[in-house]
């Protein structure tokens, strides 16, 4: 069972590296992040199979340097990642992604404004047209103010 350990928690600290490089791929900075997941990929399937070879004979495993290597690898690999994306936080200041759906709100809210007045102006035009007066006057027959006077 501690042969085990090793390449599991090599494999543990691969996968987490993978996981977070390819949940920073589908982020704005994704193109900075190909390589690293690609890396962490490969080291993911190295540990897998040798998780594999630890698990068919586990008697064969020395505990030496060899097996500590992998665990040490992927310790600073996964350390790496994690630096890496503090690294780009620092040196990208501001998230284009809010700043951008920001500008896009407020173009969408104008040309919505604009719009709406065009669309009323139209009504209003339609409706003259139908009727031949003016929407805004009034009808001015007297009978609705005949209903005030006492």
């Not at 399937?45 to 505990?63: A, G, K, Q």
Request: glycine fraction near 4%.
């Amino acid at each position: 069972m501690e042969n085990i350990a090793l390449p599991l928690l090599s494999l543990l600290f691969v996968f987490l590296s993978l996981l977070t490089s390819m949940r920073f791929i589908l982020s704005r900075e994704g193109n900075y992040w190909i390589i690293p997941g690609l890396i962490s990929c490969i080291l993911f399937l190295l540990n897998l199979d040798t998780l594999i070879r630890v698990l068919e004979s586990p008697d064969e495993v020395l505990m030496s340097f060899r097996s500590f290597a992998p665990f040490l690898i992927s310790v600073l690999w996964y350390l790496m990642i994690i630096t890496f994306h503090y690294a780009l936080r620092y040196k990208v200041k501001e998230n284009r992604f809010l700043s951008d759906g920001k500008k896009n709100l407020k173009e969408a809210e104008y040309l919505e404004k604009v719009e709406r007045r065009k669309m009323k102006r139209e009504e209003k035009e339609r409706k003259i047209r139908r009727t031949g007066k003016s929407v805004n006057a009034p009808d001015d027959d007297g009978s609705w103010s005949d209903l005030f006077s006492d």
